[in-house]
């Protein structure tokens, strides 16, 4: 039998139809009137195309190269042998939930609609989700509980669906997207990513994305390969990045100052680090736009496994964060979030 993803019943199997969603007589006063009032995955869902970029994406874990791992893994099992990311067949899943410690643009009065995806494409020594990321902690949803937790945020009145960690999961998130989309949700969508993202994953995502949240960690391979085990880290976002913002462009705000649409960079300042972060944020006034959005972060503490590491086992200072922020101003970023 094959799904339609506009139902209202049941969940969505593992195979999925390219042409699944014809257009139902109840939807067709939603169809005509898509527009810049509504995201744009909302288009693709009603010309068939989210459902075609499904079915590509699920029938790509067979061969995994979805992030910048490029490990070929058969991910179609649980658990999946020699996968980076330790995850099968179905995402794992934190928590969800209202969030209101993000960006004020994102979190505005009501929250952001946060999913916290266990597992990640990283392995940054550092990481202050060490349980979520490392150690996996959450359990595995299928397409339909996915939707119906976005459904939920939606209800809760969030103003965004926040993915978190999502670089290895983007077929499960397409699959619950067609679902929830189907169902009901309008709410752009957030990819909040550490930046270790693969250029033709992120070209499914065009159109469907509305807001791409990426770290810009390091720029040098040597320690990337240090802190991420990662040593092609730098290229590997730059390209993302540079993706990103063909597909989105410059972040920008509604009436209320709530995010609509575009790129928001993130960069944590690391002790000792000021050099990487001029490299970075010049990278980004200069190649990107001086008007990226970019949070210079200044909350970074040893964690995970940071002690390990003398360099990086110490708070930033004060005077550390006011120099980022200086550097910034110099390379030319107009465009600064600091509460």
């Given at each position: 039998?094959?799904?339609?993803?506009?139902?209202?019943?049941?969940?969505?199997?593992s195979?999925?139809?390219?042409?699944?969603?014809?257009?139902?007589?109840?939807?067709?006063?939603?169809?005509?009137?898509v527009?810049?009032?509504?995201?744009?995955?909302?288009?693709?869902?009603?010309?068939?195309e989210?459902?075609r970029?499904?079915?590509?994406?699920?029938?790509?874990l067979?061969?995994?190269?979805?992030?910048?791992?490029?490990?070929?893994?058969?991910?179609?099992?649980?658990?999946?042998?020699r996968?980076f990311?330790?995850t099968?067949?179905y995402a794992?899943?934190?928590?969800?939930?209202a969030h209101?410690?993000?960006?004020d643009?994102?979190?505005?009065?009501?929250?952001?609609?946060?999913?916290?995806?266990?597992?990640?494409?990283l392995?940054?020594?550092?990481?202050?989700?060490?349980?979520?990321?490392?150690?996996?902690?959450?359990?595995p949803?299928?397409?339909?509980?996915?939707?119906?937790?976005?459904?939920?945020?939606?209800?809760?009145?969030?103003?965004?669906?926040?993915?978190?960690?999502?670089?290895?999961?983007?077929p499960?998130?397409?699959?619950?997207?067609?679902?929830?989309?189907?169902?009901?949700?309008?709410?752009?969508?957030?990819?909040?990513?550490g930046?270790?993202d693969?250029?033709?994953?992120?070209?499914?995502?065009?159109?469907?994305?509305?807001?791409?949240?990426?770290?810009?960690?390091?720029?040098?391979?040597?320690?990337s390969a240090?802190?991420?085990?990662?040593?092609?880290?730098?290229q590997?976002?730059?390209?993302?990045i540079r993706?990103?913002?063909?597909?989105?462009?410059?972040?920008?705000?509604?009436e209320?100052?709530?995010?609509?649409?575009?790129?928001?960079?993130?960069?944590?300042?690391?002790?000792?680090?000021?050099?990487e972060?001029?490299q970075?944020?010049r990278?980004?006034?200069?190649?990107?736009?001086?008007?990226?959005?970019?949070n210079?972060?200044?909350?970074?503490?040893?964690?995970?496994?940071?002690?390990?590491?003398?360099?990086?086992?110490?708070?930033?200072?004060?005077?550390?964060?006011?120099?980022?922020l200086?550097?910034?101003?110099?390379?030319?970023?107009?465009?600064?979030d600091?509460?």
């Amino acid at each position: 039998m094959r799904y339609h993803p506009c139902q209202s019943q049941g969940a969505a199997p593992s195979s999925l139809a390219p042409d699944l969603c014809p257009l139902t007589p109840d939807l067709w006063p939603l169809a005509l009137h898509v527009a810049d009032d509504y995201p744009s995955y909302l288009g693709l869902l009603f010309s068939g195309e989210l459902a075609r970029r499904a079915q590509q994406a699920i029938d790509s874990l067979a061969d995994c190269a979805l992030c910048g791992r490029q490990c070929h893994a058969d991910r179609r099992h649980e658990p999946p042998p020699r996968s980076f990311c330790r995850t099968g067949r179905y995402a794992g899943i934190s928590s969800a939930f209202a969030h209101h410690g993000e960006e004020d643009c994102l979190r505005g009065w009501n929250g952001s609609g946060t999913i916290f995806f266990a597992r990640c494409n990283l392995r940054c020594v550092f990481c202050q989700n060490f349980e979520i990321s490392w150690e996996g902690q959450g359990r595995p949803v299928d397409a339909d509980e996915l939707a119906a937790m976005m459904l939920r945020l939606q209800d809760r009145g969030c103003h965004n669906i926040n993915f978190v960690t999502p670089s290895h999961v983007v077929p499960q998130i397409l699959e619950a997207l067609l679902v929830a989309a189907g169902r009901g949700l309008r709410l752009p969508l957030v990819y909040n990513t550490g930046g270790y993202d693969h250029l033709d994953t992120l070209r499914l995502l065009d159109g469907v994305i509305d807001i791409y949240m990426p770290d810009l960690k390091f720029w040098e391979p040597a320690r990337s390969a240090l802190l991420l085990h990662a040593d092609d880290y730098p290229q590997v976002a730059c390209a993302a990045i540079r993706e990103m913002h063909r597909q989105v462009g410059d972040l920008v705000l509604d009436e209320h100052g709530l995010a609509r649409r575009g790129l928001l960079v993130r960069h944590l300042v690391m002790p000792g680090g000021l050099d990487e972060t001029r490299q970075i944020l010049r990278f980004l006034a200069r190649e990107i736009s001086p008007d990226t959005f970019v949070n210079i972060m200044p909350q970074y503490h040893p964690d995970g496994h940071a002690a390990q590491y003398a360099a990086i086992n110490r708070p930033i200072t004060s005077a550390e964060y006011r120099q980022a922020l200086a550097i910034a101003r110099a390379e030319g970023l107009r465009r600064l979030d600091i509460r």
